[in-house]
């Protein structure tokens, strides 16, 4: 019982001192590869990067000692933290403080979901997710999360757009009118490193060696190069004008946004009273809000949009301030330091008193010292209720990504996996990484395969690595401060890489047409409902699900017959003739109330076919379960039949239907000597009567028979 709710415990049976050291090395070199990663993968989630370093100190040491697989490496993931951008975008503003309260409480509602799953031992439910649909929505995620990441690639900005696609372009088109070349060399660079030293050598983190590298360059080149200054200081009427325009129709935002959440509270309880007339004027009220905020949000991002496009050059005064003009404006007589400088224009009003200009690249910047606060997040029900379909399908895809990874491991490892265990383990790790501001979290694949090449015996491997993160936390954030933003791009467009599959599809199409079909209509609805990922997924669920009903309501029903190897094969596939007298129908499937009037029209269409049939044999070898319609169908075929003057026996009844049989009264009806345990006793028995006076010289179905006599 103690191992069941404590599965750490079976670590330390025959642990050594040599184990204790392997799992250390192995937990600082996964720590190595995380703490970047993880830095990268919360921007692509929508949050500062510091709470990447937040979501790595609970998650992998909680999974690791509450879960069932020793190796796996648990943390930040791509998949995962676009699907928390996605479920998010809508509710609130990427960054903001309701947005990151918003992420915490989806990493509880997550870790929630999966802990329940995990307890009611219901881990199958992941088999929704079939391989097609997962893999063509993998395909699609890793083109999404490369392309998301270019805008950092070339250093430019741009509002998303409704369609990722949409953004994709806006990207493409300000690279083409501003891009800024150190960073895009910066982020080349990154590249360079890491496949250089991937190629190299394996073993050696190069993903931190990458990060080293370029943050040293970007602190000793001044790769920043940013000023705050006064409105004042910005030399054009027309670009203040923008700049209080934007400010007052953000502001406005803000204000309507918080009218609306009142008059929302005004609906609910008017809706509580039963007040018809007050529930109108709420529901004006509300539609009209919506309304305006649109508006509103609309003229803001056409300020955005004008102010991102500019470029200003900078004067050094003779006050010693920097006055910025737009390009080709600055008056003669007065010398540009030749930067091209941009105003940095983010989702929220800018402060007239200190606006920052870019001369440089975008860094990370300032990271807050220290661990975060340990609350239980807010929960708002409202808020829980739109996320709670995101948070489900986060929590299975991630469980699916994480337990696909432990299999593999144990393959290799000869370890035992329970998944409901991981279940336990990924749950607890979502809800108590939630109290200290973690976002969803996952198993890593990279990071699980690191753990494993690097010797990790037990998952204090994942403890070791959490200690990292903290001491990081602790002590060395001000060394990340001068990380280049293009360079966690490169991070992130460097892990997606291999998570591309093409040969997915081929396997797919090759097994089954159809889930070949499911596999690539998953791709495509994903790309082109992204950032709306949920539809991607859903699509590809009810394409896998309507395949499945719809074989399970038409099953495979072969008319049998006796091939060249004497076994007894589908007459049509084979091309084989079938016996006159007798039809041999073997019926693949379970026989329940969607599929049982299918086997009565075959078996009609049969009897009309075949005007000299004096016997059915119906192979029930591939009917494994049977509810009461398909007994009744049963039943009635037996008075049809027979009232159509042809026998009817069945073979091969397995227990499990036969005890559904039985306690029908089934074999009183159809008869104890027409039940035969095998096809091959079944021909033997029903072979003199069908044939007696027949004209079939040779029966199609006797040769093994005669063989066998």
């Not at 390009?327 to 402060?351: A, C, F, H, M, Y």
């Not at 108590?432 to 990790?456: D, M, T, W």
């Not at 009844?653 to 029908?664: C, D, G, H, S």
Request: with cysteine; charged share 15%.
């Amino acid at each position: 019982m103690l191992d069941k709710i404590f599965p750490f415990l079976g670590w330390f049976r025959n642990y050594s001192a040599e184990a204790f050291r392997a799992d250390a090395l192995a937990g600082l070199t996964v720590a190595l590869v995380l703490i970047p990663q993880s830095m990268a993968y919360a921007q692509l989630a929508g949050l500062p990067p510091y709470y990447g370093l937040y979501a790595s100190f609970l998650p992998p040491m909680t999974a690791a000692l509450f879960g069932s697989s020793r190796q796996l490496a648990t943390g930040p993931v791509a998949v995962v933290s676009l699907m928390t951008s996605a479920s998010l975008a809508p509710l609130a503003t990427a960054g903001g403080e309701g947005y990151i309260a918003y992420a915490i409480l989806l990493a509880l509602m997550v870790g929630l979901f999966q802990f329940g799953l995990g307890v009611l031992r219901l881990g199958v439910v992941v088999n929704f997710l079939s391989h097609p649909v997962v893999n063509g929505f993998t395909n699609a995620a890793a083109i999404i999360i490369a392309t998301s990441q270019l805008s950092k690639m070339f250093g430019v900005y741009v509002d998303n757009a409704e369609h990722h696609y949409e953004t994709v372009f806006r990207v493409v088109d300000a690279a083409f009118n501003y891009t800024h070349w150190p960073t895009f060399i910066m982020g080349l660079g990154a590249f360079a490193v890491m496949y250089g030293l991937r190629w190299l050598n394996p073993r050696i983190p190069n993903v931190l060696v990458a990060v080293a590298i370029t943050t040293f360059i970007s602190w000793a080149t001044g790769f920043e190069h940013k000023t705050f200054v006064p409105i004042s200081s910005v030399e054009s009427n027309e670009v203040k004008g923008l700049i209080k325009k934007f400010n007052s129709e953000t502001t406005q935002v803000d204000e309507l946004a918080r009218q609306r959440t009142e008059a929302y509270k005004r609906l609910d309880d008017a809706k509580m009273k039963g007040d018809p007339k007050v529930t109108l004027k709420a529901e004006y009220d509300v539609t009209i809000l919506n309304h305006e905020i649109e508006h509103a949000k609309a003229e803001a991002a056409i300020a955005r949009a004008a102010l991102r496009r500019l470029k200003f050059e900078g004067v050094q005064a003779a006050d010693g301030v920097m006055r910025f003009y737009p390009r080709n404006q600055v008056p003669s007589g007065l010398e540009s330091d030749g930067r091209t400088w941009i105003l940095r224009v983010g989702n929220k009003p800018l402060n007239e008193e200190k606006l920052i200009f870019n001369g440089g690249g975008a860094v990370v910047g300032e990271i807050p010292k220290g661990l975060p606060s340990f609350t239980v997040p807010n929960l708002d029900f409202k808020v829980m209720a739109h996320l709670f379909p995101f948070a489900a399908i986060i929590a299975l895809l991630g469980f699916m990504e994480a337990i696909s990874i432990a299999k593999a491991m144990a393959a290799k490892t000869g370890q035992r996996l329970d998944p409901n265990q991981e279940l336990i383990g990924q749950g607890l790790s979502n809800m108590i990484g939630a109290v200290g501001k973690s976002y969803p979290v996952s198993g890593s694949f990279s990071r699980s395969a690191v753990n494993l090449q690097a010797g990790a015996v037990t998952g204090l491997s994942s403890v070791f690595t959490s200690m990292a993160v903290v001491i990081v936390l602790m002590f060395l954030t001000p060394l990340l401060y001068h990380l280049p933003q293009s360079v966690l791009a490169a991070v992130i467009m460097m892990a997606v890489i291999g998570l591309i599959n093409v040969s997915g599809f081929v396997h797919a199409w090759r097994a089954q047409w159809y889930d070949g079909l499911i596999s690539v209509l998953s791709f495509i609805a994903t790309l082109v409902f992204a950032p709306h990922l949920d539809k991607g997924i859903m699509i590809g669920v009810a394409l896998s699900i309507g395949v499945f009903l719809y074989k399970n309501m038409r099953p495979k029903m072969a008319s049998l017959a006796r091939a060249e190897d004497e076994a007894l094969r589908c007459a049509e596939t084979y091309g084989l003739k079938e016996c006159a007298y007798i039809a041999m129908v073997r019926f693949d499937g379970p026989l329940f109330f969607a599929n049982a009037s299918f086997l009565e029209d075959k078996i009609t269409e049969i009897l009309t076919r075949k005007k000299d049939l004096r016997h059915i044999i119906i192979v029930a070898n591939g009917i494994n379960d049977m509810d009461a319609s398909g007994e009744e169908t049963l039943s009635l075929l037996i008075d049809r039949v027979r009232s159509a003057g042809v026998d009817i026996s069945m073979s091969g009844v397995n227990e499990a239907v036969m005890k559904v049989l039985k306690r029908t009264h089934f074999p009183e009806k159809i008869g104890e000597d027409h039940l035969y345990p095998t096809m091959e006793k079944a021909i033997m028995s029903v072979y003199e009567t069908s044939h007696r006076g027949g004209k079939e010289e040779v029966c199609p179905l006797l040769r093994a028979c005669r063989l066998a006599a």
